[in-house]
Nanobody, 128 residues
Framework: VHLVESGGGLVQTGTSLTLSCTFS????????IGWFRQAPGKEREGVAS??????????YYTASVKGRFTIFSDNAKNTVFLRMTSLKPEDTAVYYC????????????????????WGQGTQVTVSD
């Protein structure tokens, strides 16, 4: 599976940005797309995830972005978006998307080790 992120950039505190993750066919009825970020000197952190093909709406957000970030998908275009609002300098990082389809993908947890394929990342920089 090939994933490509786009939409990153340099923005000011309090503004908004929407990232896109476009991916090739996964070949499974249901799978999870996750957004992660990694700041310099820090471990990769799970930000949000969404289950594609689930019979119910299933999303996950890490506590620090709840109420500010929204993950949603356009299944017809194999694209998952991350709408980020009220951005803060601490949101500065390289943002990656990844797909989890083997085993039992879930949005109940967001462990990078569970994900099967990754994109190359897109830089988001939030200035004061």
């Amino acid at each position: 599976v090939h994933l490509v992120e786009s939409g990153g950039g340099l923005v000011q505190t309090g503004t908004s940005l929407t990232l896109s993750c476009t991916f090739s066919e996964v070949g499974f009825d249901d799978y999870v797309i996750g957004w992660f970020r990694q700041a310099p000197g820090k471990e990769r952190e799970g930000v949000a995830s969404i289950c594609i093909g689930c019979r119910y709406d299933s999303t996950y957000y890490t506590a620090s972005v709840k109420g500010r970030f929204t993950i949603f998908s356009d299944n017809a275009k194999n694209t998952v978006f991350l709408r980020m609002t009220s951005l803060k300098p601490e949101d500065t990082a390289v943002y990656y998307c990844a797909v989890w389809y083997r085993g039992l993908p879930t949005t109940e947890t967001i462990n990078p080790a569970s994900y099967d394929y990754w994109g190359q990342g897109t830089q988001v920089t939030v200035s004061d």
